[in-house]
């Protein structure tokens, strides 16, 4: 059973930092390309960033409304995912997910996600 749990989520003033991480299990980790994504209320979900599935150092690829702001990582001998957000704005108030691609057989499991706030 594929699980995706992710945590970090907060109220932070802009200008502030948060990281966030997904802890996955159920199908193997190093061999999936992984992404953030995120949803506002009254919004489409939106991908934000991805890491590509090397072993070594991925490669990754971000949305344009967050780059030189947030940075994606992974650790695949933690089966985790990261998000770190700099710089936030209180545009990026949404409820973030981890997931594969749409493509991806794992696409069809999402997690509770984690509630980021940016609120002054």
């Known amino acids: 059973q594929v699980q995706l749990v992710e945590s970090g989520g907060g109220l932070v003033q802009p200008g502030g930092s948060l990281r966030l991480s997904c802890s996955a299990s159920?199908?193997?980790?190093?061999?999936?390309?992984l992404s953030w994504y995120r949803q506002a209320p009254g919004k489409e979900r939106e991908l934000v960033a991805r890491?590509?599935?090397?072993?070594?150092?991925?490669?990754?690829n971000y949305a344009e409304f967050v780059k030189g702001r947030f940075t994606i990582s992974r650790d695949n001998a933690k089966n985790t995912v990261y998000l770190q957000m700099n710089s936030l704005k209180p545009e990026d108030t949404a409820v973030y997910y981890c997931?594969?691609?749409?493509?991806?057989?794992?696409?069809?499991?999402w997690g509770q996600g984690t509630l980021v706030t940016v609120s002054s």
């Open positions: 997931n594969g691609d749409p493509t991806d057989w794992i696409y069809e499991y």
């Open positions: 159920g199908f193997t980790f190093f061999s999936y390309a």
């Open positions: 890491i590509t599935s090397s072993s070594s150092v991925g490669s990754t």
